[in-house]
């Protein structure tokens, strides 16, 4: 009996077996669990009740539950797939949602950059304005096409400049500046990152 017991059930699962003597007879009443299986379906799961007299479940006994335990672990092994398949969804969609994120940081850190570039070719800082492009080209969301465009005009400014002997405006410690906007989108996304996580937490709260 005890070896077909084994073979019904996987590494680490169990089977729970009740027995009630009841006038003549014996009632029992099993229910197999699925380790690791953290579904609360499994708590409706009603358990199987085989009855008769000690001589029949002595001849019958394990021929009568073999195939309902099973069938019983089988179902649970679906909920166990189903769990980790749900878990594995979850994380994925947490890492897109992460890189996307992150996408969007850079994005909004890199039309920064570019402004202050704006800003510096206004105030004729072509020098300032000619390393902070480079330094926006060299993000992983930049368009070369527009940076190599914008680099050469600005190259040409900055060259024109220098010929006719024209003085160049108070430098600027562009990488100084690059760190402070490139940190004020981290900033920004780390806060966004906070609040989602202080809202799941709360919501794994109350549906305990």
């Known amino acids: 009996m005890f070896s077909r017991f084994y ?20 009632v029992t009443s099993l229910i197999p669990k699925k380790a690791d299986l953290k579904d609360t379906a499994k708590d409706l799961m009603k358990p199987l ?9 002595e001849a019958g006994f394990i021929d009568a539950v073999a195939q309902p335990i099973a069938k019983a672990t089988g179902i649970l092994t679906n909920l166990q797939e189903f769990e980790a398949s749900a878990d594995k969804a979850a994380a994925d969609s947490k890492a897109a949602k992460a890189g996307e994120e992150k996408k969007k940081k850079e994005l909004d850190a890199y039309t920064k950059l570019l402004k202050q570039v704006d800003d510096f070719e206004k105030a004729k800082k072509y020098k300032a304005a000619v390393d902070l492009i480079k330094k926006a ?21 900055l060259n024109t400049g220098s010929l006719f002997g024209a003085d160049e405006p108070e ?7 690059y760190n402070t906007i490139v940190g004020e989108s981290d900033s920004s996304s780390s806060t966004d990152d906070e609040e989602e996580e202080n809202e799941d937490d709360t919501n794994e709260e109350e549906e305990e």
């Not at 073979?7 to 014996?26: E, T, V």
């Not at 085989?50 to 479940?57: C, F, M, N, Q, V």
């Not at 430098?171 to 500046?177: G, H, K, P, V």
């Open 7 to 26: 073979s019904m059930l996987g590494d680490g699962d169990s089977l729970s077996i009740n027995i009630m003597r009841k006038g003549d007879q014996l």
């Open 171 to 177: 430098e600027e410690n562009t990488e100084e500046i």
């Open 137 to 157: 080209g060299a993000m992983s969301v930049a368009n070369a096409s527009v940076i190599k465009k914008r680099t050469d005009a600005l190259m040409e400014k």
């Open 49 to 57: 009740v085989i009855s008769g007299t000690p001589e029949e479940l």
